[in-house]
Nanobody, 115 residues
Framework: QVQLVESGGGLVQPGGSLRLSCVAS????????VGWYRQAPGKQRELVAR???????NIARSLKGRFTISADNAKNTVYLQMNNLKPEDTAVYYC?????????WGQGTQVTVSS
């Protein structure tokens, strides 16, 4: 059974940084792509960043310059580096793995940006 487990969330002050990790386990296949999404209270879930198994990346336009996504295939882990965090970045961040038409979601990790 495929599992995606996120970690690295927490409380951070504005201007601070966090690195989220998404570890995949229980799969004998490689995901076609892995994405990070976030959902703030009362808002729709939105794509933050995505990386393909070929290493191509895309970052939401509004987050470019602050967020980066990377992968360590040997560790089955995808990272989301978030810098210069703002209160509006507060949300639950989810990891999503894509294989053909299937999507696998993690349980999410809370990121709170507040002074």
């Amino acid at each position: 059974q495929v599992q995606l487990v996120e970690s690295g969330g927490g409380l951070v002050q504005p201007g601070g940084s966090l690195r989220l990790s998404c570890v995949a386990s229980g799969s004998s296949f490689r995901f076609d792509a892995v994405g990070w999404y976030r959902q703030a209270p009362g808002k729709q879930r939105e794509l933050v960043a995505r990386i393909t198994n070929g290493g191509s990346t895309n970052i939401a336009r509004s987050l470019k310059g602050r967020f980066t996504i990377s992968a360590d295939n040997a560790k089955n882990t995808v990272y989301l580096q978030m810098n210069n965090l703002k209160p509006e970045d507060t949300a639950v961040y989810y990891c999503n793995g894509e294989v053909d038409i299937h999507n696998y979601w993690g349980q999410g990790t809370q990121v709170t940006v507040s002074s």
